[in-house]
């Protein structure tokens, strides 16, 4: 289901008028403008309660730079694989691929960091990674020329905006959307007890996906569901 039909799946369930594709831009204020923040935020939900959603993971190329250590994350990165980085194979540059094995911050700064400020380095073929203080990975030995590193990551998808938008999160599993968007559109008519019946059936679903999706790990799953006012 795309974005218009979301919400008219919860509109149609609490008795409401459905939008069309020509009223939807246009509704800003009032329930059905609840109810298509409301969309967002159970995609949000869903998205945020297990870090690594299959349909959420995402690969990325990065060209190095001749004597660059440091490079920034993607902006809409959630959770980097640290252990997927990679060499990738050129035949051009004469580079057999090979994987990077990541080394802490701190034992970057002791073995490596001098090369950042010393002009007169070459440059190597890379062997390791590692994770920087902020948004940033690095890459050691300094590169000696453009290989290219390939890595994943689980991304943060952006909220629904146009009618035609249709989540990252599969089509077999739109219903537990609607089901969470049901919760905040009970909250908002103040109906308590619904919108309890409706997030109790919300984690239930959500636990039904992460069995189907994920390997059970109870230490990496987040608390944080259905609880933003």
Known sequence: MNYLQLANAVLSRLNETQLTASTFPTVTSGFSSEVKDAINRSIDDINTYQYNWPWNLTYRNETL???KSRYSLPSDYKIVDWDSFRIVRDTTLGVDGHKLSQISYGEYLKQYSYQEDATDQEGAMPYYVWKGQGDEWGISPMPDKAYVVRYEYFAL????????????IPTKFH?????????????????????????DKFLKEIESMREINVNYTPHLVSTRIAGRG
Not at 157 to 168: H, M, N, V
Not at 180 to 195: I, K, L, S, V, W
Request: aromatic share 12%.
């Open 175 to 199: 219903h537990v959307i609607v089901t969470g968007a049901m919760y905040y559109a009970y909250m908002f008519r103040e109906n308590t007890q619904a919108a309890q019946l409706e997030r």
């Open 157 to 168: 998808p952006t909220d629904l905006s146009a009618y035609t938008d249709i989540p990252t």
């Open 65 to 67: 730079v001749v004597k």
